[in-house]
């Protein structure tokens, strides 16, 4: 059974930066890229970064281009997302995700709440 | 990365049928057949219903299917039942601007 679980969500302030993670666990980690998906509250979801499975590729949202950084470490099972220069309207749960395909989501985790708040 | 167009909410009685449409351009729905449908509880994560189109996952329910006719996508529940209440969510992959993954703005989806 996949299973994916998200940390490091939190209160930051505008321009800070935080760093999310998601230990996966329940299939072979390196052979599936991975994406993170956000959700601002009482919105829909909205698409924000993926990389594959060797994490030579990685795929960004115009949103958060430049600001966002993903990354992956196979011998973790882990996937990250190293956010910077954060602005309000980055607050949301933010949603790690298994992907089919190139940049798919498929199986997701719980989520975690990042605040960006002053 | 412009999202896609879904109706804000739609309504049916148990045991009905609803269509839940998802409209794309050719840069995503309409160029590839990666149309993904994705069913939300409040305060849950994420459900993958339907992929590739039509396909369902293991232990989804038959009630549920996919289909697409040019930019437009459509998500069927047959048999609606109480426990179908919920967002539901499009999504496909663009090539847009570099690779991608767009959703829809979601539908409420209330069984009366």
């Known amino acids: 059974e996949v299973q994916l679980l998200e940390s490091g969500g939190g209160l930051v302030q505008p321009g800070g930066s935080l760093r999310l993670s998601c230990a996966a666990s329940?299939?072979?980690?390196?052979?599936?890229?991975m994406s993170w998906v956000r959700q601002a509250p009482g919105k829909g979801l909205e698409w924000v970064s993926a990389?594959?499975?060797?994490?030579?590729?990685?795929y960004y949202a115009d949103s958060v281009k430049g600001r966002f950084i993903i990354s992956r470490d196979n011998s973790k099972n882990t996937v990250y997302l190293q956010m910077n220069s954060l602005r309000d309207e980055d607050t949301a749960v933010y949603y790690c995700?298994?992907?089919?395909?190139?940049?798919?989501?498929?199986?997701w985790g719980q989520g975690t709440l990042v605040t960006v708040s002053s | 990365q412009s999202a896609l167009t879904q109706p804000a909410s739609v309504s049916g009685s148990p045991g009905q049928s609803i269509t839940i449409s998802c409209t794309g351009t050719s840069s995503d729905i309409g160029g590839y057949n990666y149309v993904s449908w994705y069913q939300q509880h409040p305060g849950k994560a994420p459900k993958v219903m339907i992929y590739?189109?039509?396909t369902r996952p293991s232990g989804v329910s038959n009630r549920f299917s996919g289909s697409k006719s040019g930019n437009t996508a459509s998500l069927t529940i047959s048999g609606l039942q109480a426990e179908d209440e919920a967002d539901y969510y499009c999504s496909s992959y663009s090539t847009s601007t570099t690779p991608s993954e767009v959703f829809g703005g979601g539908t409420k989806l209330t069984v009366l």
């Open positions: 990389t594959s499975g060797d994490a030579g590729e990685t």
């Open positions: 590739d189109v039509n």
């Open positions: 329940g299939f072979t980690f390196r052979s599936y890229g």
């Open positions: 995700a298994k992907v089919r395909g190139l940049v798919s989501p498929d199986s």
